[in-house]
């Protein structure tokens, strides 16, 4: 009989959904998505004064007060990130998921979970804490049994993170949003061998987004840099990589409460921290799909991979230094 692994966040995950699932439910019929201002209460009094014309339209859109009338971008889009900050002395409980699936050499499955506690300073600063966690089973596939380690089905406490994000612009009251988002953390496993260790890195995102069309369209370009040192348990010295690529991805506001989109990830690894020795490079392609109720979320995104090479190889997907399905799920509520 096969062992079944539970993971202790599963309860967080089904608080975090709930409100996401009654959503989904209800998704054609209720109020507008996170109107941000009606989570600021001195905001919410000034709506409440304001004169509405006999169809119940607002006429003052308090320009002023930032991005108050919007849709929340930071998670509309999927692996992408919008560039939106919540209100000041805002906080944020979320649960995030990302799953990678498949390798040339073995039946691979790696999913590493965050639970993140963040909290907004002023309009344009947030910073976060995360408790992770991580969950291997890998095996190798036949003929590749000399050059896999594997690791039978387990989950563990994976170690602690943060996340600072920083806005420089606001796409409220300028052409674009613009915002340094940098997630450095401490891990005790290695997240590609799933092998126990220690590990160091940080992924960081140049973000940029816009209001394509008022309420309906929004878009989105990430710089991405991730780099880690590693030294697995029992081994002589520190491995060191580096992932740097970029993203573009739409979302389309198609209900009161739904958002789907679309968005595609160039990727290039290398081996070191400095750039100079290039390992392989891919493409992602995927939708995306958002819940937003209220001051809760849900956000799916699925990326394939369908493009790039292992350095030295003569044709084919590198699946030596990435994987063939990556899957996001991330759910919260702010209060």
């Known amino acids: 009989m096969k062992s079944v692994v539970v993971s202790p966040f599963a309860a967080l995950i089904a608080l975090a959904l709930w409100p996401a699932q009654q959503a989904f439910a209800q998704a054609f019929g209720e109020p507008a998505p996170l109107v941000r201002a009606f989570r600021n209460p001195e905001v919410e009094r000034a709506a409440s004064e304001r004169p509405v014309d006999a169809h119940g339209h607002d006429h003052d859109h308090a320009h002023g007060r930032g991005h108050d009338h919007g849709v929340e971008s930071e998670i509309i889009f999927g692996f992408t990130l919008g560039s939106d900050t919540h209100p000041s002395g805002e906080n944020k409980l979320a ?78 009251t ?120 209220g001051a809760s979320f849900m956000n799916l995104a699925y990326s394939g991979l369908v493009g790039g090479k292992e350095k030295g190889s003569s044709g084919g997907l590198d699946l030596v230094n990435f994987e063939r399905h990556h899957i996001r799920l991330k759910a919260g509520f702010h209060f």
């Open 95 to 172: 649960v995030e998921t990302v799953a990678r699936l498949g390798k040339l050499t073995s039946h691979y499955v790696a999913v590493g979970q965050k639970l993140e506690f963040s909290h907004t300073f002023t309009n344009d600063l947030s910073m976060s804490f995360t408790l992770l966690g991580d969950y291997h089973r890998i095996s190798a596939r036949r003929g590749y049994e000399a050059e896999v380690e594997p690791v039978a089905g387990r989950y563990l406490f994976n170690g602690f993170g943060g996340e600072l994000r920083y806005r420089f612009l606001n796409r409220a």
């Open 174 to 293: 300028s052409p674009f949003g613009l915002t340094l988002h940098m997630e450095p953390s401490l891990a005790f496993s290695d997240e590609a061998s799933g092998l126990r260790g220690r590990k160091y890195g940080s992924e960081n995102k140049l973000i940029f987004d816009r209001e394509v069309i008022k309420d309906t369209f929004f878009a989105a370009f990430n710089l991405t840099h991730e780099m880690e040192m590693t030294k697995e348990k029992g081994a002589a010295a520190w491995e060191r990589g580096t992932v740097v690529g970029a993203s573009v991805a739409g979302s389309w506001h198609v209900a009161k409460n739904l958002f789907l989109g679309a968005e595609t990830r160039y990727l290039r690894a290398y081996e070191g921290l400095s750039l100079a020795t290039y390992r392989g490079d891919a493409v992602y392609v995927g939708p995306t799909l958002t819940l937003i109720k």
